[in-house]
Structure formats: C-alpha cells, structure tokens
T-cell receptor
Framework: GQNIDQPTEMTATEGAIVQINCTYQ??????LFWYQQHAGEAPTFLSY??LDGLEEKGRFSSFLSRSKGYSYLLLKELQMKDSASYLC??????????WGAGTKLIIKP | EAGVTQFPSHSVIEKGQTVTLRCDPI?????LYWYRRVMGKEIKFLLH????????ESGMPNNRFLAERTGGTYSTLKVQPAELEDSGVYFC????????????FGNGTRLTVT
C-alpha cells in the first residue's frame, strides 16, 4: 500500500530552527509537495521537490532524497505565526496526490 | 486573482438530510479536486475533474455522494442522504493542467451531521 509518515506533533521555541520529516512509500514518485495549514483555513502551497537536494525559499527550505524516500521541511527563525499543521504530499506514478496526516507545529515564546 | 471559493463555510444537518456543497475554482484552472479531511486524519481524495469530465472518482466513498461540474466551471458535491460518518471538512482545490502545478485550496466547508 501507499504510505506517508510524518510526526503527529512537534514543539519549538520562537527564533529557533525546526525540521519536520516526511518518509514515503508510494507506487512511483513524481514529486513531493509541502503545504502549510493554519487551523480552520485552507492548505497553502510551500514547496515542490522532484530532484534530490535542498530547495531554499526564505526562512523555509525543503530537502528530498528519492533513494531514501525521505524529505524534510526546515523552518528557520521561527515566528509565532508559523504555528500550523505542515502537510507532506507525494505525486505517485498515476499522478495522484498521496497525503500525509500532517505535523502540528506548536511554537512557544 | 480570486482564489478558490467554497460555499457554505459551515453546514449542520441531521442524518438523512441532503446537503450540496459548491466550489468555484480559479478561473482558467481545468483541474478541480474534492478532498475530505476528518479531524486528526490525513486529507482523503474524493474525485478529480478535468474540465467537465470526471478523470478519477475512485475516492468517492459510496453512491450517496454525487459530484458534478457542468460547463467545466464551478462544481457541486451533493451528499444524499447524509450519514454521521460524513462529517468533516470538505476541501475543493484547483490547478492548471500541468501535473506538477501546485493545488490552490478553498477554505473548505465544515459539514456536521447530527
């Protein structure tokens, strides 16, 4: 079967750095998305990785290793507004999006 | 550019009643998706339209769910008759035809069946 694993919840301190991991087992791979979802709101697009390596976008970076079926989202200089759920989603060989359950990130002052 | 809009934002109905959810995608987006998220669970795919055609409806749980996209613009998702397990947040998302184009989500409709 297809599976996306993420930690359920993480806690970090304002100003610090946090890494949210995502491992996947899917039938094929055509890219991986990270989305941010604040409580009660729609998911919003953060990043897309299809090749191995690190993609940096401001305070957020996303890393992919296809051979390991692994990605992480790195958030630097954490702000209180970064408290949200972070969703990992993989495009499989049928171009279907397979979603993880999301990681709830709690930022403390 | 207007985003994906969904209506209503909340709906509370009794078991056995009918509810119709509406989604207006971003103009020019041929791909339209319906998803459902139950509290604490992952987002579950329901179906995918390309223009007015159903590309994939493998995620539709049963025949109580009916989705339409007449004219390839807005879409409706009808649940008839609603059951308790249908409660959740129903998200609509749209994207351009290119397969790696990110999804743009609406704010969702929170459905509560009592």
């Amino acid at each position: 079967g297809q599976n996306i694993d993420q930690p359920t919840e993480m806690t970090a301190t304002e100003g610090a750095i946090v890494q949210i991991n995502c491992t996947y087992q899917t039938s094929g791979f055509n890219g991986l998305f990270w989305y941010q979802q604040h409580a009660g709101e729609a998911p919003t697009f953060l990043s897309y990785n299809v090749l191995d390596g690190l993609e940096e976008k401001g305070r957020f970076s996303s890393f992919l290793s296809r051979s390991k079926g692994y990605s992480y989202l790195l958030l630097k200089e954490l702000q209180m507004k970064d408290s949200a759920s972070y969703l990992c989603a993989v495009i499989d060989s049928n171009y279907q999006l397979i979603w993880g359950a999301g990681t709830k990130l709690i930022i403390k002052p | 550019e207007a985003g994906v809009t969904q209506f209503p934002s909340h709906s509370v109905i009794e078991k056995g009643q009918t509810v119709t959810l509406r989604c207006d995608p971003i103009s020019g987006h041929d791909n339209l998706y319906w998803y459902r998220r139950v509290m604490g669970k992952e987002i579950k795919f329901l179906l995918h339209f390309v223009k007015e055609s159903k590309q994939d409806e493998s995620g539709m749980p049963n025949n109580r769910f009916l989705a339409e996209r007449t004219g390839g613009t807005y879409s409706t998702l009808k649940v008839q008759p609603a059951e308790l397990e249908d409660s959740g947040v129903y998200f609509c998302a749209s994207s351009q035809v290119v397969w790696d184009s990110p999804l743009h989500f609406g704010n969702g409709t929170r459905l509560t069946v009592t």
